[in-house]
Structure formats: structure tokens, C-alpha cells
């Protein structure tokens, strides 16, 4: 069971951050899929204009948010020639769960058991939620049982603003000078598509967009979209044997032909990769079939795709008066490629955790971050934690104690630059 962190440094952030995690989670900034504009949303430049202000308040005085809805900011170094770092946390939160009206609740010094939220009938039971064994001694925040909280990721947008307020106010910490950028849209695979790289200007960056205390990643799924439009025959259902193919019904079978013991999220751990159907819509005309495919091995995962196709092809040929037409959509690769011939990156995020007296826990993610894209931009951008579970659900929760850890892991991460 781990005990609540108290390190003086961790301590010292604690309450900034938890005033700025409440403030930024009451902002809605669920992203869209199918986005006509950067950002998908409008409250993700709600939340990106009191941010630049914030950074601008605490003394970055370049702060800003551009027509993309990105912000950018520069905290200058203490230290002469470091390199430039970068911090980034992303602004939207997912549309999987319901995300207007987040009304965060903070539960100080949670003694185990049950945790019943007030709507919905939502319930946080260790029984079911492991984690929740470990957080005895913890202040937990949650949202109040209807939406998501928003921990993924505005516990690493507080966690990064927290840090970066603390390092300004304290100038004789040693730092080199520290990039700052919040993305929008990396819930739907855009967090990085129109980052600017070279005017970010940083010799390599870290995402707070993790989980559990601990946790250092710089390996992620690699992620194929593959969308599947069919087109049906329609007629009036009174006149139509041997004339009616139902568009949602041929989608149906691609679906119903999909493994359902393997190769499943719910079937799968540890480095197993998965086909997983996330929408079906339609009618007897059209319909439209959304999945997404993972896998850490590039091999395995074209193979993944290639089930995929013979399913679709087989269903097809088994309907030929309907129009089946399958598209892949390369997202995100596996970033361990692009980072693991840079010792440093690692090394110092490894000097910065024992700093805290933390052991890294160097699982990969099952998903994928920003730093997965920008990695393969030429940024390497391993993920750190930021005391955030059960994100997209509305079970979503967060450890105070784990945030501020991952603030002040922060901290010292811009130390252990200085000596590089």
C-alpha cells in the first residue's frame, strides 16, 4: 500500500496545484471528432486563454495562444548553456463520457471503501479498482459521478503550471530554459498535427499525460484508424425480398466476424495488441464503421489490418449488391524507435525521479501521447506520469499526492538539465 507522498518539495506544491487542477477541470473542453477547425471546440481556447494569461501572470511574459490553439511560453533558464526542454499536457479531455458541468469533489484522507458519488448512481469500489487499495491517507478528487473529472490531462496541465510558477518564484533554482505547450485535440489523434517544432525550439520535451506514480514511458502502441463506409440497397421494407440489403446489417457482420477471445481490449494486456470496433452508426442505405488497431510490433500490427480486410472482403463477397469501401488511417508509431538511441532524454528523467525517491516503472503505454507523434517529428518526447485513473470513465479520479509528486518531479527534471 503506498503511503500519501510527502516529500517537503511535493508538499510545497500541493495546494497551488490542486486550486489550479479545480479551476481548469470546471472548463469544458471535450474535443470532436471529424474536427473542421483547430481546436475541435471552442472550450479548448477558453481553457488556453486563461492559461497564457496564468503564464503570463507568473512572469512569461511571451506567453500566448495561437490561431491553432496552442500555447506557448518560455520560462528563461538560471543556468547558462543547458539545453532547451520542453513540458507539454494537452487541453482537450475525450468525448468517450459525458464532459459538461465537471463539479469536482475533493475527498481529504480517504480511509479505503466505497466511494459514492452523488449522481448517476457512480460508485468508485477498490474491489473493482485496484489502484484505489493503494490511496488510503490520499486526497482523491473526483467529478460528482455524471461527467468525467478531466485528469487526462489537466492533472498534467496543473502539474507543469504548478512547477513552472514554483521554479519563477525561486530563481535560485537551478533550470535550463523550459518550453511550455498545451495541445488541443489529442484526444482525437491532432494533438501534434499542427505543432510547430522548430519554433518551440527544444532539444527534446516530456509529455505529463501518464498515470500512477512512477510510471516513465517512452514506448507506446503504434495506431492504424481503419473506417469502413458500405453502401446498402434501400426499398420499401413492405416490397423488399430480394431487392433490400441493409447497409448497418452488412457493417453488423463485419463486426460479429471480429475475434471476440483475442485480439479484443478487454482480452488483452502487457504488449498484446487489439482490434477494437469504436462506432457503428447508419441505416439501410449507408453505414459507417469506426476501429481502431494497435500494436507495439509494426509487423503485428499489418497483420492485425490484413484480419481486418479479409473479414471485410468476406463479408462483402458474401453481399455483392452492397459497396463496401475500407480505409486505413496511419495515426501514431510505437516512439520507442525514435528515443531509444537517446540515452540522455531517459537518463535525465531517471536522475529526476530518484531526486524524489522514485524507482521508474518503465512499462509501455497501451495507448499512445502526444510525444508519440512529435517523437517521430524529430522532438523525442518520452511520458511522464501525473496521478490521474480511470481516464474516459466516469469513475475518473485523482491523487493530490501523486499530482504535486509529478510537479515536483518537474522541478527536478529542470535540475538535472542544468548538468547536461
Known amino acids: 500500500m503506498a503511503a500519501p507522498y510527502s516529500s517537503p518539495l511535493a ?28 481546436p475541435s471546440t471552442p472550450g479548448q481556447l477558453e481553457l488556453g486563454r486563461l492559461l497564457a494569461a496564468e503564464l503570463e501572470a507568473i512572469g512569461l511574459a511571451d506567453a500566448e495562444l495561437d490561431e491553432h490553439g496552442y500555447v506557448y511560453a518560455t520560462l528563461p533558464a538560471t543556468v547558462a548553456d543547458a539545453p532547451v526542454i520542453g513540458l507539454i499536457a494537452h487541453l482537450d479531455t475525450s468525448p468517450d463520457a459525458p464532459g459538461a458541468g465537471v463539479a469536482p469533489i475533493v475527498h481529504r484522507d480517504y ?7 452523488p449522481r448517476a448512481g457512480t460508485r468508485l ?25 478531466g485528469a487526462d490531462d489537466k492533472a498534467g496541465v496543473a502539474a507543469i503550471m504548478a512547477a513552472v510558477a514554483h521554479l519563477a518564484a525561486h530563481p535560485e533554482l ?41 510510471e516513465l514511458q ?22 423488399a425480398k430480394g431487392k433490400l440489403v441493409s447497409a448497418l446489417m452488412v457493417a453488423a457482420e463485419i463486426v460479429a466476424g471480429l475475434p471476440k477471445d483475442r485480439l479484443t481490449p478487454a482480452t488483452t494486456s502487457g504488449r498484446e495488441g487489439f482490434i477494437h470496433p469504436t462506432m457503428l452508426e447508419g441505416g439501410t442505405e449507408r453505414a459507417h464503421l469506426r476501429l481502431i488497431v ?13 484480419l481486418l480486410r479479409e473479414i471485410t472482403d468476406r463479408v462483402s463477397a458474401a453481399n455483392p449488391a452492397a ?11 510505437n516512439m520507442r524507435a525514435y528515443i531509444e538511441h537517446d540515452q540522455d532524454v531517459i537518463a535525465a528523467a531517471v536522475e529526476a525521479y530518484a531526486a524524489e525517491g522514485l524507482e521508474p516503472i518503465r512499462e509501455p503505454i497501451r ?5 508519440s507523434r512529435l517523437s517521430e517529428m524529430g522532438l523525442p518526447t518520452p511520458n511522464i506520469f501525473d496521478g490521474g485513473h480511470e481516464y474516459h470513465s466516469l469513475r475518473e479520479f485523482a491523487s493530490l499526492q501523486d499530482m504535486a509528486c509529478a510537479a515536483a518531479v518537474v522541478v527536478r527534471l529542470a535540475e538535472a538539465w542544468t548538468r547536461r
Not at 500541493?14 to 470532436?32: I, M, P
Not at 517512452?218 to 473506417?227: L, M, N, W, Y
Not at 494497435?294 to 490484413?306: I, K, N, S, T, W
Open 11 to 38: 508538499q510545497a506544491l500541493s495546494e497551488d496545484l490542486l486550486a489550479r487542477f479545480l479551476r481548469y477541470v470546471q472548463v469544458q473542453t471535450q474535443s470532436k471528432p471529424d474536427r473542421e477547425r483547430s
Open 111 to 117: 480511509q479505503a471503501g466505497v466511494i459514492e458519488l
Open 125 to 149: 469500489d477498490p474491489e473493482t479498482m485496484p489502484r484505489l487499495r493503494g490511496m488510503v491517507g490520499h486526497d482523491i478528487v473526483t467529478a460528482s459521478g455524471d461527467t468525467l473529472l
Open 174 to 214: 537551478p533550470r535550463p530554459t523550459l518550453r511550455i505547450a498545451f495541445t488541443p485535440d489529442e484526444e482525437i489523434g491532432h494533438g501534434a498535427t499542427l505543432f510547430d517544432i522548430p519554433r518551440f525550439g527544444a532539444r527534446c520535451a516530456y509529455t505529463l499525460d501518464g498515470s500512477r506514480r512512477g
Open 218 to 239: 517512452d514506448e507506446s502502441f503504434s495506431a492504424i484508424e481503419v473506417r469502413i463506409d458500405v453502401a446498402g440497397v434501400g426499398v420499401h421494407p413492405g416490397t
Open 294 to 306: 494497435r500494436d507495439f510490433d509494426e509487423q503485428l500490427l499489418a497483420g492485425h489490418v490484413a
Open 323 to 333: 459497396r463496401v469501401e475500407l480505409q486505413e488511417i496511419r495515426q501514431y508509431r
Open 367 to 371: 495507448g499512445g501521447t502526444d510525444g
